[in-house]
């Protein structure tokens, strides 16, 4: 299949079922508190309301608050389009260099962060000083991270990563703490227990939300399909790691595509029950408790590093 | 200093001592002599400030009129400290700086009688925001309640601290949550707070001067809905002072059925907090979603009994409005046991995880000195080491029959604020299964409510709620109420939270809030 087909293909079904994923959590989660919960379609109605509602901005924004929407979204769908999600070897790979990933998430989160600072609200600016916090702590987590896979697969692109994917994590044990890690920054990048509560309304408690929430109809529509195309995007990278079956790539005919959004479909519900059994099970972490989160991760990196140099010598 | 030997003192230096009915002790002083009495009753003979408010007596060419109540809890009676200000010039010498507990108080009285407390160390407005203009005294007798006031622009400063890197965050008065509107006023640097001040009274309803004009039966409906949640235990405290005045006496199936009434209130409440404080303020939401689920069923046992769910409507002047049948209580005694049993299920997950222990251990600790000096009330200061309930200091409906302890702790933090609330509702359901039985077996199902007149005359009434103890003041005066004090613990609370906010960090302080819980209408009255 041509390599650019396979970017259009994963980029839509990706984009396509993100707000199906943020809906099945919320189902579970629902589901395990004992409550009914909304419909796990009800994400794509919240975003096609909010593009037809009416926007107010704040006079004392900027252009950066404009701005932001657009960028924020535009590093999601980068990310969708350069990560191995549902397909392989697709014309934007090579550029899923883990420097290039790690600066397009950061890309995001900044232009979040000046949003947050923009709308000169004393929530906003909160949230930003939290991100900043957190991201400061976030960052070298995951470049480590990401190197202790690299020196695994011997690829620099997550793209390559993958080769030791699934069978070829059990011939490398000593990348699995890195794996952990990688789950721990997923959490944490999203905004998810244990480090943010995506569903708390109590304004001094919240990171991304504070940040975002000056903003309303279109430009929110598009900041919350963001959130939505983020967390896609890592729990297919996760699920993808452990098991990089169903995967297209230049080799499959084109019969395969059709099994492409139903392979994606199984591996998101698969991911999210999984991340609702996570946030129904723990409280959020007291703010000063996430240092001591993100030096774990820091630490499981480190540690996959440090095995893998040792078990490169023997 | 024993009680005898302080009355004896008392009575040397008043003009009048009497001693009332419901257990009270009102000793008339000289306005030179109050601040001094008020003081050395505090400072010197260890006695919590409960209640200060004023009269407005210019009528009888009185003036107006200062009356502090302390609680002598050992001997269960009231002293009322009493003094008159001349209504030319009505001000006496502020009592704030040694009686902590009366700096509210005094700024209250200020704005709603133009009663000046010199030397109070804050002497701001609190009621009155700045769009009230200045010398507006609603409580005064000749200000009409329809009274349409000007557009004002008096200064409200809030407290500000100075200092790179400091930073203020203003929060409210519309918040996210469905809560009642006030607004707090954070001093912070990072996310440590430094100072924490709030601001409320937004939604002053003017109850005190509604109630004026009134009989006690036109007046019950309005206390009820003092504050929503403490429908029960308001109805009683009020109800009671107007039988001490009337001199009625209340039948003891109608006492059982009081404490029925506040203890489900009582169990109900403290089952929301425990799911509001876990769930909600922690974002552990198994515990929000099943807390809630319960409190549904305690609601509904409500509209089955009262015939609406917030316990509203069973406590009258004289006794309960209906006698209930052995059905109805056992209905009761059944729906409590069975959310208990689910309940301690919950405590028991709640308690297995690490998460939600370290977030709520350490958490907005008041210390004991600091709920003693703020006089704080209920849950608040039992959690801190005061040893205070008014149900055994003052045993008021049925309690005095039946065998109640009261339960303390004293980390101060939220978690002991939470596991406090556990003890009493294991308490509140032995106390409801004591009532039921007691009205079964030695009462008769006919008499349930005595006559209970409208004389003249002035009482306290108290119960202790959920949220703590609740303390009226009534007078009549030609079978209307003349002046009604309703004083909810959220009043005295409050100012707790520049005291146990300083030194956390700002995403626990929602914590902190659900932790104590105040009404904010029990408060804007």
């Known amino acids: 299949m041509n390599p650019a087909l396979l970017t259009t293909v994963q980029v839509v079904v990706v984009v396509t079922f993100a707000p199906l994923a943020t809906g099945v959590v919320r189902r579970v989660k629902a589901f395990l508190q004992g409550r009914h919960g909304p419909p796990v379609l009800l994400p794509y109605w919240t975003l096609l309301t909010l593009m037809r509602k009416e926007m107010v901005l704040s006079t004392s924004t900027s252009w950066v608050f404009r701005a932001a929407p657009y960028v924020v979204l535009a590093t999601a769908l980068l990310s969708a389009a350069v990560l191995p999600l549902v397909a392989r070897g697709g014309i934007a790979a090579p550029l899923s260099h883990m420097v290039v990933v790690a600066g397009i998430w950061m890309l995001g989160a900044v232009f979040l962060v000046l949003a947050g600072l923009d709308s000169a609200g004393a929530f906003g600016g909160m949230g930003s000083s939290r991100e900043m916090t957190i991201s400061a702590f976030l960052e070298p987590a995951l470049i480590v991270t990401l190197a202790s896979f690299a020196l695994a697969s011997g690829s620099s692109t997550v793209d390559g990563m993958l080769a030791i994917g699934g069978r070829g994590l059990l011939s490398r044990p000593w990348v699995l703490p890195a794996l952990a890690s990688l789950g721990l920054i997923a959490l944490g990048e999203n905004a998810r227990y244990p480090v943010d509560n995506p569903a708390t309304h109590l304004e001094l408690t919240m990171v991304h939300e504070a940040m975002v929430l000056e903003y309303s109809g279109p430009y929110l529509a598009l900041m919350e399909l963001a959130s939505m195309v983020k967390l896609a995007v890592f729990a297919l990278l996760l699920v993808n790691i452990v098991l990089p079956a169903g995967l297209l790539t230049t080799a499959t005919g084109i019969v395969a595509l059709a099994a492409a959004p139903l392979v994606t479909a199984v591996k998101l519900g698969a991911a999210m029950v999984l991340l609702a059994l996570v946030e129904s099970s723990m409280a959020k972490l007291r703010f000063y408790g996430l240092p001591e989160y993100f030096f774990g991760s820091l630490f499981l990196g480190l540690t996959s590093l440090a095995l893998g140099l040792f078990a490169g010598w023997l | ?525």
């Open chain 2, 1 to 525: 200093m024993n009680v005898d030997e302080l009355l004896r003192s008392l009575a040397e230096m008043s003009r009048d001592v009497r001693v009332s009915a419901e257990g009270r002790v009102i000793a008339w002083v000289r306005r030179t002599d109050f601040p001094g009495v008020a003081t050395s009753l505090h400072v010197r003979s260890g006695l919590p400030l409960d209640l200060l408010f004023a009269t407005d007596d210019r009528a009888e060419g009185r003036g107006f009129g200062v009356h502090a109540v302390f609680a002598l809890d050992q001997a269960h009676y009231w002293l009322e400290i009493a003094t008159d200000l001349p209504a030319e010039s009505p001000w006496y010498e502020s009592i704030t700086r040694e009686v902590m507990a009366a700096h509210w108080y005094e700024r209250y009285a200020q704005d709603m009688f133009g009663i000046r407390a010199e030397g109070h160390p804050d002497d701001r407005r609190l009621v009155h925001h700045e769009n009230v203009p200045a010398l507006t005294h609603p409580l005064r007798k000749d200000f009409a309640w329809n009274t349409r006031l000007a557009q004002a622009n008096e200064p409200y400063p809030m407290g500000r601290v100075e200092g790179e890197g400091i930073f203020q965050i203003p929060v409210g008065p519309i918040h996210a949550g469905i809560i009642e509107p006030g607004h707090f006023r954070f001093n912070v640097a990072g996310e440590r707070i430094i100072t924490l001040e709030g601001k409320l009274f937004f939604t002053h309803k003017g109850v005190e001067k509604l109630l004026e004009g009134r009989t006690h039966a036109d007046a019950l409906p309005f206390v009820e809905r003092v504050s929503g949640d403490s429908a029960a235990s308001h109805a009683l405290a009020f109800c009671q002072a107007v039988e001490a005045i009337a001199g009625c006496k209340v039948p003891e199936r109608a006492c059982m059925l009081r404490v029925l009434a506040v203890e489900l209130e009582r169990f109900t409440m403290h089952l929301h907090d425990l799911a509001n404080i876990c769930g909600m303020g922690t974002g552990f939401t198994v515990m929000a979603a099943n807390g809630f689920r319960i409190v549904e069923r305690l609601r509904r046992l409500s509209a089955r009994l009262f015939g609406n769910r917030f316990f509203r409507g069973l406590v009258v002047p004289g006794g309960v409005s209906t006698p209930w049948t052995s059905a109805q209580m056992a209905d009761a005694v059944d729906t409590v046991d069975g959310a208990w049993s689910e309940a301690s299920s919950l405590v028991r997950l709640a308690l297995d995880s690490d998460t939600l222990r370290d977030r709520l251990e350490t958490t907005g600790v008041l210390t004991r000195d600091a709920a003693w000096a703020y006089g704080a009330k209920g849950v608040a200061a039992r959690a801190s080491g005061i040893d205070r309930d008014a149900r055994r200091n003052h045993p008021h409906a049925g309690y005095g029959l039946l065998s109640f302890s009261g339960r303390t702790r004293t980390e101060g933090d939220v978690f002991a604020r939470v596991m406090l609330r556990v003890d009493e509702m294991s308490d509140a359901l032995n106390l409801i299964r004591a009532a039921a039985g007691f009205c079964r077996d030695r009462t008769s199902e006919s008499d349930y409510r005595a006559d209970c007149e409208c004389r003249d005359g002035d009482a306290l009434g108290w119960a202790e709620g959920w949220r703590g103890q609740i303390l009226d003041w009534v007078r009549m005066r030609d079978g209307v109420i003349d002046r009604a004090v309703i004083r909810d613990p959220s009043f005295c609370n409050w100012p707790l939270f520049g005291e146990l906010g300083p030194g956390n960090i700002v995403p626990d302080f929602p914590l902190c809030n659900k932790s104590l819980n105040l009404s904010y209408s029990g408060t804007d009255l």
